[in-house]
């Protein structure tokens, strides 16, 4: 390992013959994640994303787990290292975090597995913490329709609360509310043609029961709603402009916000009163 810069490093995890070359190796890189320079951050994610693959929930590779989450946990920690990498890396790294929070038996089966599992918690919590909320709830959305079949809805959903936490008293609510809701108009314009809008059942006019991806979609909404409500309450006026550019369809699906996105145009104009 020696003074290998950290790019090379993670080329090298892979390719590691032993768990205990893979230990020092990722010793090494936990020691320099502090001087990851920006044009390295995504050899970096890349490597981690791959060996989290590799590694995680195979009973022959349970010795290289904990190091791993400890590169991943430092790597989540860094402002410096999300900030350069772009959106695919960040859906990787949050995806398998997402993953093997959902699907956490193998932790049972391995020495450590519960403080293991509470460390990835911790890595996902820094990483949703450590990037915009904006990229952080269209990312969760995005993979919680995308990857259903792997992720639960409700995971998350509680996860869309941890980001929209403190919302209400940031410095720079509008702008953040701005982009905040732009990501979820984004996502719901996606969403919309995946629910099935003509039945109050939820079911499609035909009875065709419910695909995965409408039940995932459907779950999906609560939080989305809560997200709405949130920011209503952080900037009013940001709100209301951008529930008037929703489509009929998009508003319908946010009738369950407090107060409704639907009426938010004709409140408006109740003044003080009309937005306790």
Known sequence: VGQAPIHELARLLPQCGTSDDFSVACQAMKQRMKQVKE???????????????MYFGHDR???????????????CASKECLRPLEQELLR????????????????????GGQQLL??????CVMLL???SRASAAGLLLDLGADESEAIASSLVVKCLRKVTKGLATSSAADAEVTALLGALGRWLRRATPRLSLGSPSGRPQS?????????AVAALLEGAREVVDVAQLASRSVA??????????ERLLLQGCQPPVGAAASNSSAGADGCR
């Open 240 to 249: 209301l402009a951008w529930a008037d550019q929703l489509r009929p369809e």
């Open 39 to 53: 044009a390295d951050a995504g050899a970096v994610a890349e490597a981690i994303v791959h060996a989290m693959r």
């Open 61 to 75: 590779c349970a010795e290289r787990c904990k190091p791993l989450v400890d590169v991943l946990d430092e790597f």
């Open 92 to 111: 990787g790294l949050l995806r398998e975090q997402l993953r093997n929070l959902h699907d956490s038996a193998w932790t049972k089966n391995i020495e």
């Open 118 to 123: 509470r460390a990835i918690n911790l890595s």
């Open 129 to 131: 913490n450590n990037i």
């Open 207 to 215: 009875g065709r029961p419910r695909s995965s991806m409408e039940v």
